[in-house]
């Protein structure tokens, strides 16, 4: 069990090495242009290059995304509480989110620029658009799954419908809710970047416009790069407190 805990902890880290070995090789085997597709050297070497300007734009897209990201929780944690505890709000309001998950977000960005100009506005909202629905979604469906076997045990014992959702209902919707926050950050990200690659003059998405417009290829992946690292890292601190708060959820966790 050790070892195998171990092989999972280096997994990530060893197919990534792997990948960019294997990225390396063949576009120095091959020969290929770094002004068509960089090496892994070039982009690393624009990374230390450009560290200072990379790092300002970095910081601006991740405060960007975690504000976005944060109106998310709240909209979609009260949203999916009222979805998921009334089979009437779920009938009325289920269908309609449904639908508007399915516009392209990217198509708001030209409307929130008229509304609210150029800058982080824009790209706040955007990050919220797109990543509210799977943090809705999952705690609707924490709720709307509790077991109707357990809420009649509940009523039996004196508990009132806001006993079982708030006691009951939310503390089991929890594992829900951190593998909504983990797929949800990865989008605000996204949201954010292309936002920001239309309507901002400053952030990692700005950086692209900027690195592709000049031809500066290794500067575009090592921007991308970075976009990535900073979801990564997001994405493992919900998953360590996912472990450290609904280990109850995960099986055989009493014996780890």
């Not at 300002?56 to 990201?69: E, L, P």
């Not at 799954?145 to 503390?171: F, M, N, Q």
């Not at 990865?186 to 700005?206: P, R």
């Amino acid at each position: 069990m050790k070892h195998q805990k171990t092989a999972e902890r280096w997994a990530p880290w060893l197919l990534l090495l792997l990948i960019v070995l294997l990225w390396q090789i063949i576009c120095s085997g091959l020969g290929v242009s770094e002004f068509i597709f960089p090496s892994p050297w070039a982009i690393g070497h624009q990374l230390y290059e450009f560290a200072g300007t990379i790092a300002m734009h970095a910081w601006h897209t991740y405060w960007v995304t975690m504000a976005g990201f944060a109106l998310a929780i709240v909209v979609g944690v009260l949203l999916g509480f009222l979805i998921g505890s009334s089979r009437l709000a779920y009938a009325a309001f289920y269908p309609l989110m449904t639908a508007f998950n399915a516009l392209p977000k990217a198509a708001f960005v030209p409307i929130l620029v008229v509304w609210f100009g150029i800058g982080a506005g824009p790209a706040i909202l955007t990050a919220f658009l797109i990543s509210f629905f799977p943090i809705m979604v999952n705690i609707a469906t924490g709720l709307a799954t509790l077991e109707p076997e357990l809420e009649d045990v509940l009523r039996v014992l004196g508990a009132k419908r806001w006993d079982v959702l708030i006691k009951v209902g939310l503390p089991r919707s929890l594992p829900y809710f951190y593998g909504s926050l983990k797929v949800a950050i990865t989008l605000a990200f996204v949201g954010t970047t292309v936002s920001e690659m239309t309507a901002a003059n400053e952030g990692i998405g700005y950086l692209l416009v900027s690195a592709g417009s000049s031809m500066q290829m290794g500067l575009a992946f090592a921007g991308l790069i970075v976009v990535g690292a900073m979801a990564m890292v997001m994405y493992e601190l919900f998953n360590l407190l996912e472990k450290h708060t609904t280990g109850w959820a995960r099986r055989g966790s009493q014996g780890e």
